[in-house]
């Protein structure tokens, strides 16, 4: 597949039935050994065309007597009114009926209804433009109406229709212009919870009095209902019970130390032996500053430019990396996972970094043209010791991770049973020590097991809603077919979740999307293969600049 150009690989791909996005020729050629591994036939259009019509023709059937019968098509009827007096009553019953049995919801998503989409399109007024079809059948009728888009209200509106017993109200079924098609979308949800309502606005409708005008479809009126800004719930999912108001007896300035307490206290004791303080507590034995100190938490962390100097020849990957592992060994890795905790708050993390590829550099390095020249502007950003320079993105993803963390891991406790979440310091890889992660948490319960969590805090769309940055063809995050927000294959997230999960040998991590209007989890699984093309650009990456650079500190 390597000498095939991207528009062949989609091709093949579109061909039996895999719909793509990735622009990427690696990731391109990645899905068609894996669809070439699995054997998948090529899909015809004759056979989706004949699939479609079987399907479309079963939903138009009706029974009158004892036969069955096919009503014309939607776009076959020319015969439409924006009379409404005559519909049948919409009730409620009808629109469970519909749901339970035509749309498949379970009893959850049945007790939760006011959170779904197309209750909510419903209650934005999305749907307009109700038309009737009264002389399709003397027992049957169509009604059909327009829904704007959720998120591209200028975009051509879709067209929504529903086929119903004239007589009970019972809705046989529906369909829609959307990629669905089948009854099930929002769209058509929304439609039928509208009708409903339609139906209780006018239970008059039938009644003829000398000033009447014709029943047409009407908008409910928005109401505005100004509230102060202590009052306003906040909460996403309004099941979950209120936060605990902020009061100043329980506010609390002081910042968590990060890292091992006897650490601080020693410093604080250097800090003040010679001065003419008066302590009055003791912090320290006699023992914290004997030469014989034997504690765990002297022990003295080797850097990386360190062990590349003191090594001997041959300097090929293969025996450079051997070396390394000889140093590093798993003492040490754990060592420094302690020891780095608290992450850009400890210059330990900023020390143990300088050389190592981190998994916030592994998508660039696996997209990196190699040159002659021995620095380029990924080494750099590697050998530096100090955070990067303060921009707006990196301050608001900082300020609002301990939020989106707290968010999270409250809503995955009430789904998981005996559910733990700690933050952690720098991992290093057991096999190929030169390689680093840092993930925002280490998550564990009793079903799932152990597993990594990644937040990212959106800084361009902070104001917006998760689902708004979909949008935006070049950013991180997709909507799938079920309207769940996906983290992008090629994104440079989806590398760096990889690599993290490579590297601390998790099988999975929680992708944690935030904004300031609410957040979304995505579960990444771990693909050896993605991991491995990264160890494999890692290596040469490493061999021809980092330990190059390390050797001349």
Not at 43 to 53: F, G, K, R, V
Not at 345 to 351: D, F, L, R, S, V
Not at 530 to 545: C, D, G, P, T, W
Request: aromatic share 12%; charged share 30%.
């Amino acid at each position: 597949f390597y000498g095939f150009q991207v528009p062949d690989l989609k091709k093949y791909l579109q061909d039996r039935g895999i719909s793509c996005s990735i622009g990427k020729k690696i990731d391109l050629v990645r899905l068609c050994e894996l669809a070439e591994e699995l054997r998948l036939e090529v899909l015809t259009s004759a056979n989706d065309e004949e699939e479609y019509s079987v399907f479309d023709a079963r939903r138009r059937t009706v029974a009158v007597g004892n036969d069955k019968i096919i009503l014309d098509p939607v776009n076959a009827v020319t015969e439409w009114s924006k009379d409404l007096a005559s519909v049948p009553d919409f009730e409620s019953c009808d629109v469970l009926v519909y749901l339970m049995r035509w749309c498949g919801w379970t009893h959850e998503r049945l007790r939760l209804y006011k959170q779904d989409n197309g209750y909510r399109l419903h209650m934005a007024c999305h749907i307009d433009d109700v038309k009737a079809a009264y002389h399709l059948h003397q027992e049957y009728i169509y009604l059909r109406a327009t829904c704007m888009p959720e998120t591209r209200q200028n975009a051509q509106p879709y067209d929504v229709w529903i086929l119903a017993n004239k007589t009970t109200g019972e809705i046989l079924s529906g369909g829609c212009t959307c990629v669905a098609d089948n009854g099930t979308c929002k769209h058509c949800v929304a439609f039928i919870f509208s009708l409903s309502s339609f139906c209780e606005r006018h239970r008059d409708r039938g009644t003829e009095v000398g000033t009447d005008m014709q029943c047409i479809w009407d908008k409910p009126r928005k109401k505005s209902n100004p509230q102060k800004i202590s009052d306003i719930d906040m909460r996403v999912d309004q099941t979950h019970p209120q936060p605990t108001s902020a009061t100043t007896d329980s506010y609390n300035p002081i910042v968590p130390i990060q890292g091992p307490m006897a650490n601080h206290e020693r410093d604080f004791y250097e800090l003040c032996r010679g001065t003419g303080a008066l302590l009055l507590q003791t912090l320290y034995d006699e023992s914290f500053v004997s030469d014989d100190d034997d504690d765990d938490d002297n022990v003295v962390l080797p850097s990386m430019s360190d062990a590349c100097k003191n090594m001997l020849p041959p300097y090929d990957i293969f025996s450079v990396t051997e070396k390394l592992k000889n140093i590093f060994d798993k003492k040490i890795i754990t060592e420094i996972e302690d020891q780095t905790k608290g992450q850009d708050e400890n210059q330990e993390w900023y020390e143990q970094r300088i050389g190592r590829i981190t998994a916030s550099h592994f998508s660039s390095v696996l997209h990196f043209r190699f040159t002659e020249n021995e620095e380029n502007y990924i080494s750099k950003m590697i050998m530096r010791k100090t955070s990067k320079a303060s921009v707006p993105s990196m301050a608001f993803g900082k300020l609002h991770e301990p939020v989106a963390r707290q968010l999270y891991f409250d809503n995955y406790k009430k789904q998981h049973k005996h559910a733990e979440i700690k933050l952690c310091g720098l991992y290093v890889d057991s096999d190929y020590p030169f390689l680093g992660a840092s993930p925002d948490g280490v998550i564990k319960c009793k079903c799932c097991g152990e597993g990594l969590l990644e937040i990212k805090c959106s800084f361009l769309y902070q104001n917006k809603m998760p689902k708004d940055a979909c949008i935006d063809d070049h950013y991180h995050v997709v909507l799938d077919e079920n309207e769940n927000i996906r983290l992008k294959f090629d994104s440079p997230w989806y590398v760096q979740i990889q690599g993290q999960l490579g590297v601390c040998q998790k099988q999975w991590c929680d992708f944690v999307f935030y904004t300031k209007k609410g957040f979304i989890v995505d579960r990444i699984y771990f693909d050896e293969l993605v991991f491995q093309r990264i160890v494999e650009k890692s290596q040469m990456f490493f061999e021809k600049y980092l330990f190059r650079a390390l050797r001349k500190l």
